[in-house]
């Protein structure tokens, strides 16, 4: 299978270890900080370099349901990866690190962890999909805690590793040229269970031979991406085995299957799942509707009981206590859920025990003992790992990977909540200068589409905000409303869309909420109404592109995707282009004018020309080539830049690195004051 590769795994610097690992591991392996870090005499304001160069682990976004880690069956250390980018070797350095959850002894890396490869999705029936997120390891202890499996990923392959406490030793047990999509220990430990999908080897040859007499057109294609029809999405998965000391293939116990298929047990649609010998609890939607928020329910002593407290609605995470008797339970609540919550229920006993209500994002737990350990990312502070206790939900810190940020001079955090016209709620983060007085109005940047947790760069990571407000811009991270088709009870994912495009009604929703904010920031004195700019990738793109094509409240824009059209959607592909129809889009440009008047910038006939720039990646540039070419003979002041070997969220440092700093001067020049 063909990967982009984004940068290998460099030595940024010497190692401290607290006993041998092999040669290789030491020059390529990510150095950790400090544990004690010296407060600064003088903090400094943050640059785009401090940015970039924050050691991260997991996946990109916040899900409660993701896994930055894996926790060891004694509850004693976790797993993670650590990947810090170096914007001068356009490469990241990589480190297998293993947690003490006891916080008074010190993390230590036992090896490095492979190369940042670049995922791809699987959308509309095709995979290779360029989605650009770094691919995330697989970490897993054995059963009896004292062995570690993860894998490695490269541009050509995979390859999986063991690691053993007990001599303190790694080894490579297997090389595979596809991705290893699950991985799981026997039950006795004597063997690994991985699957994979080999048949993508096969079926990109079989594309390959079939253009030796011209490729079929048809709903393989995505011109977008590729002039080559995409293998399809339902190559299916083989599971394999090894042997777990020597990596020798051996045959697939047949009664382990299950092992590497954990949500085999859970009931339809359930998005959580916990059981303790014959009790069980999971949380899915009660009714069939698209959207719909999952409700907590527990089985015990054969039968089902349910919890009628509002508390227990929009659960997505459950885990039982030790002995069984308690069960611990995460939810998203607030404006747009804007806040995570945890509980303590009893079934059967008591009302659920309100543990611990924050704005902060808290994600990827485990249980053990009477601890929940959790990554965590607040508004000012990058992901840590954090314990959480069960008896009084207080919090403290297990690993910072990023102590020396503490060192630096963030803006002024402001958590705004409002609604818009149409009477749906949602929040922002308004980030001002630091030492700002409220003595003057400042230029303002509207940064989307998600504001849980650290406010680094909004979806897709381009615009840093505290760069931007160190400069003297106002930052409003805004999170964008809930969908409009949530109020009417969609059952499918077609009328999902359906109810959201009609009149544009979740655009002109979006828009309704940017507006009624920018209106008071502007009543309040903090914004300069004449110098607003608003940004955006994906779906933060079209809500910007249908807010320049339809408001005359923004004086420039930059977009990391663009741009709807009626001359995109013959590079989607047949089968997006059918989606979109489906959705309720215009079939053909015949009696579609009005519809593109309102949603294509292009075609707006009332949108405003300001300054504008495009940072596209070489996977997506093409969808705006028809608004590149129409705006610009339009006479608005366009600008375009291009990335190579980008997806559609852009990885490589020096690009990262770039588009931070053109940012930040393209705004400086086009809405910033000139002392700034």
Excluded at 370 to 387: G, H, M, Q, Y
Excluded at 402 to 409: A, D, G, H, I, K
Excluded at 574 to 584: M, R
Excluded at 608 to 632: C, D, F, H, N, W
Aim: aromatic content about 10%; some cysteine.
């Amino acid at each position: 299978m063909k990967l982009f590769r984004l940068a290998g795994y460099v030595g940024c610097a010497l190692l401290v270890l607290p006993f041998p690992v092999s040669a290789k591991s030491q020059d390529t392996a990510c150095q950790l900080p400090r544990t004690a870090v010296e407060p600064a005499a003088r903090k400094q304001s943050v640059t785009p370099d401090d940015l970039l160069r924050l050691r991260d682990f997991g996946g990109f976004g916040v899900a409660i349901a993701s896994q930055p880690f894996k926790l060891a069956p004694d509850g004693k250390l976790l797993a993670l990866q650590i990947r810090q980018a170096d914007p001068v070797a356009n490469s990241y350095c990589t480190a297998v690190v293993l947690v003490p959850t006891d916080a008074r002894r010190k993390p230590f890396v036992i090896d490095s962890g492979g190369e940042i490869v670049a995922t791809y999705s699987t959308a509309y029936g095709a995979a290779e999909v360029p989605q650009g997120l770094p691919k995330s390891p697989l970490f897993r202890w054995s059963p009896d805690g004292q062995s570690l499996a993860y894998t490695k990923s490269f541009p050509d392959h995979s390859e999986l590793w063991r690691f053993d406490l007990q001599d303190r030793s790694i080894r490579r047990l297997m090389t595979t040229p596809v991705d290893i999509e699950a991985l799981a220990w026997s039950s006795d430990g004597s063997a690994l269970l991985y699957s994979s999908r080999p048949g993508r080897i096969e079926a990109l040859e079989k594309i390959k031979n079939e253009g030796r007499t011209g490729y079929l057109y048809d709903e393989r294609f995505r011109p977008l991406y590729s002039d080559r029809p995409l293998i399809a999405a339902d190559v299916p998965l083989v599971e394999r085995a090894i042997d777990s000391a020597h990596g020798k293939a051996i045959p697939f116990p047949s009664d382990e299957g299950q092992r590497l298929a954990s949500t085999t047990e859970w009931p339809e649609k359930a998005v959580a799942y916990a059981s303790y010998h014959d009790k069980v609890a999971w949380s899915a939607p009660l009714v069939n509707a698209h959207g719909s928020k999952p409700t907590l329910n527990v089985r015990m002593n054969g039968r089902v009981i349910g919890c009628d407290n509002a508390v227990c609605t929009n659960v997505h995470g459950v885990w039982w206590s030790g002995n069984g008797r308690t069960l611990v339970f995460e939810r998203r609540a607030g404006v747009a859920d804007s806040r995570t919550e945890f509980y303590t229920w009893k079934p059967g006993e008591t009302s659920p025990r309100a543990l611990l209500s924050t704005a902060d994002a808290i994600f990827g737990c485990e249980l053990t003992g009477n601890n929940l350990f959790c990554a965590e990312e607040t508004a000012t502070k990058p992901r840590s790992v954090i314990a959480i206790s069960i008896g009084d939900g207080t919090r403290h810190r297990i690993f910072d990977p990023n102590p020396e940020f503490s060192r630096r001079l963030l803006g002024i955090i402001q958590r705004l909540e409002w609604s818009n016209a149409f009477g749906i709620s949602t929040f922002g983060d308004l980030v001002l200068p630091p030492g700002y007085r409220h003595d003057h109005r400042l230029p303002l940047v509207i940064v989307q589409y998600e504001s849980r947790g650290f406010l680094r760069g909004g979806t897709g990571d381009e615009y840093p905000i505290q760069a931007l407000a160190a400069r003297g811009f106002a930052v409003l991270s805004f999170n964008r409303p809930p969908w409009f088709a949530l109020s009417g009870a969609p059952r499918t994912g077609t009328e999902f869309d359906q109810y959201n495009n009609k009149g544009f009604a979740d655009r002109r929703s979006n828009l309704s909420s940017i507006e009624t904010i920018i209106h008071r920031l502007v009543d309040a004195g903090i914004v300069d109404p004449e110098r607003v700019a608003i940004t955006g990738l994906s779906d933060g793109a079209v809500t910007a592109t249908f807010a320049l094509a339809n408001s005359p409240l923004f004086s420039a824009a930059i977009l990391s995707t663009c741009c709807e059209g009626p001359f995109g959607f013959e590079i989607a592909g047949v089968a997006l282009d059918d989606h979109y129809i489906k959705g309720g889009y215009p079939s053909t440009r015949r009696g579609d004018r009005e519809f593109w008047e309102l949603n294509s910038l292009s075609d707006a006939p009332r949108a405003k020309a300001v300054p504008l720039l495009i940072q596209a990646s070489s996977a997506e540039y093409r969808m705006a080539l028809g608004t590149y070419r129409e705006l610009r003979h339009q006479g608005w002041p366009i600008e375009m830049y291009v990335y190579p070997d980008e997806g559609h969220i852009k990885i490589w440092p020096a690009h990262r690195l770039t588009i931070y700093q053109r940012n930040i001067e393209w705004l400086t020049r086009k809405i910033g004051l000139p002392e700034w």
